[in-house]
Structures are given as C-alpha cells and as structure tokens.
C-alpha cells in the first residue's frame, strides 16, 4: 500500500510539473517575411506579472528592448533606434507591442528571454524573411498548406487522447503549444495579405479562395482549443481526486496496523505472541477458578 501511496504522490508532482511548463511560457509572434522598408509588429506575450521579474527582446542578438513586470518596456537607445512604437498591456498576462522597420533583406532573428529574478524563466527563437520584392499569393498558399497538414497532424493527436486515461496527458501542454504556433501562422498569413501587390496581386477569386481556408482554418483551431481546454479541465480534477485520494489513503489504511507490525524485530514479535496467549491462559484459568470455587 505505501509504494501505490508513493507511486500516486509522484503521479500528482509530475502533473503539477507539466502545468507549471505550460504556465512559465512566452509566445512572441511576428511576420514570416516583411517587405523592405515597411514597419512590421513584433507581438510577446510574456506571462502573468507576479510570475516573472523582466523579459529581454534580443533583435540579430542585440539587445532591442526590456519588459518588466510593473507593466513597463525600455527601448535600448542604441539598439531600438528603429522602434517606431512600443507598449504593453496587462489583461491578466502581460502583453507587449513594438512596431519596427527593418531595410536589410536577409533573415532576422528576434529572441526573447524571461526571467525570474535571475532564475531563466522560458526562452523563444523567431526568425522572418525581409524581401525586397513584395509577397506573393503563392507564398500563402504554399504557407497555409503547409498550416493546415500541421493542424490535421495535431487534430489527430487530440482526437487520440481521453479524459478516462491520465497516463498519457503530459502531451496536452505540448499540443497546446502547437495549437499556440497555428494560431500564430494564420494570423500572420491573414496579415500578409495586404503585402501581396504590385506584379502578382491576389486577384478577387484567389483571395475569397484564400479567405475560406482561413475561415475553416479558424473554426478547427476553435474546435481543438475547446478540447485541449476540456482535457486540461479534466485533468485538473483528476489530480484533485488522485490528490484527495492520497491523502485518505494514508489516513485510514486498514493494513497500517500490521504494515507497522512488519517494521518490529522478529524477537519483539515472538515475544508479543507468546504475551498474548499468556494472557489468553491466565484469563481462561481465573474463569475456572472462579467455578470451583462456587
């Protein structure tokens, strides 16, 4: 009974752990290709404020901007000299905002650090294209291909997972996650839209083709989000249960009188037997004594 009271209490902390991954998490989100010379928004959504001290936007490894948790952000004068605009928002998670211009057409890497005092809290890598020539329709539907085999390889994991079996919910952070990153994609691609100009403009037909993938796009993410939702749900309550049911385990174990019996000496144990059938005698002679002498 004591390894199945263990088993279970390490079962509870290894769920605990996969929520706190899931809570000490940033998500930055910014265009997959930006065309020379035009601004562009770089979105980080941090955590909780009581949950971290400070987050550090790093830009091609230069330091662009910090956030801390009062909410505030600081543009490095050096560095952020190509910050049009920046702010931040807390609606229960901080948010923070900056709009940047970027001329040089390579790839750019945006990373961002949080931390916890001096504890690293979580770590993100993005990289984007900077075009001189402006994006076209096939590009996006090359990329909302691509979005949409990632989300049927996720909608088939989800589907895969019940709310009766605890043992394979670690896997809900990491979905959920990935159902974070698809969102990401199609609403950069619904934002690349306005690039796709000039020579290879999105003609109406392409565009309202465009749109209703989108569309179904978003209504299957809306669907797996719900689930995800459910199933973490659920598995906050199972944990309660497996929790409470610890506990009470280990309050009322009907086989603890003779688990602690197990822990004696042998000698101690022979001598308690003998102890009580001794007793057992001398209760059974004093009852005939009695009789005689009636």
Known sequence: MDTKIKFKGVLVLLLLLVFSISVYSSSTTV??????GSSFLISIRVMSASAF?????????????????????????????????????DDGVVNAYLSYVEKSSTSHTIKVMTYNGSD??????????????????ADITTRLSSVESTLATIQTSINSLTSDNISNKSSIS??????????????????????????????????????????????????????????????????DELEKSSK?????????????????????????IIGLIGFVIVKKFNSNSGGLRR
């Open 120 to 137: 690293l809290l979580s770590e993100e890598n993005k990289t984007f294209s900077v075009v001189d020539n402006p994006f076209t329709s």
């Open 174 to 239: 990491s979905l959920s996650s990935s159902l974070q990153s698809v969102i990401s994609d199609v609403a950069v691609i619904k934002s690349s839209l306005n690039i796709s100009t000039n020579s290879d403009a999105i003609t109406v037909l392409k565009q309202r083709s465009i749109d209703e993938k989108i569309a179904s796009l978003e209504t299957t993410l809306k669907e797996q989000s719900d689930k995800i939702a459910f199933l973490e749900q659920q598995l906050m309550v199972q944990s």
């Open 248 to 272: 009470i385990s280990s309050a009322f174990d009907l086989n603890g009188l003779f688990g602690a019996a197990s822990n004696f000496s042998p000698i101690i144990l022979i001598l308690a």
């Open 53 to 89: 001290t400070s987050t550090q936007v790093f830009y091609d490894n230069k330091l662009l901007a910090t956030i801390d948790n009062t909410p505030s952000i600081s543009i490095d004068p050096t560095n952020g000299k190509f910050v049009l605009k920046s702010f931040v928002v």
């Open 31 to 36: 265009p997959w290709v930006v065309q020379s």
